[in-house]
């Protein structure tokens, strides 16, 4: 079993930033790929970044390309997104994922473990 706690959500005029951290415990951190999801009221959840648990592969969203990014620290067995240039589309919640998989897939269903999330406000 994995534990994932989100943080760092909050809410910020457009334009602004803000890094939210998803904290792992359990299993071993390290041997996860990692996952951003959001899911805004009345839509669907999306993907928005992941990062594997072998090298550093990375895969985004085209939405977020180039504003987002996702890092991890094995060490602190926390996974991070930045995200610059906010928008008021990128109001949602934000879920962390976990999987054994070694890639950055992006289907919701590939994913074992969830966290419970964390909102994300922009204003305009």
């Known amino acids: 079993q994995v534990q994932l706690v989100e943080s760092g959500g909050g809410l910020v005029q457009a334009g602004g930033s803000l890094r939210v951290s998803c904290a792992a415990s359990?299993?071993?951190?390290?041997?996860?790929?990692m996952g951003w999801f959001r899911q805004a009221p009345g839509k669907e959840r999306e993907f928005v970044a992941a990062?594997?648990?072998?090298?550093?592969?990375?895969r985004y969203s085209d939405s977020v390309k180039g504003r987002f990014t996702i890092s991890r620290d094995n060490a602190k067995n926390t996974v991070y997104l930045q995200m610059n240039s906010l928008k008021p589309e990128d109001t949602a919640v934000y879920y962390c994922?976990?999987?054994?998989?070694?890639?950055?897939?992006?289907?919701?269903?590939?994913?074992?473990?969830w966290g419970q999330g964390t909102q994300v406000t922009v204003s305009s």
């Open positions: 359990g299993r071993t951190f390290s041997r996860y790929t």
């Open positions: 994922a976990a999987t054994v998989i070694n890639a950055a897939v992006s289907t919701s269903g590939e994913y074992d473990y």
């Open positions: 990062i594997i648990w072998l090298g550093s592969g990375t």
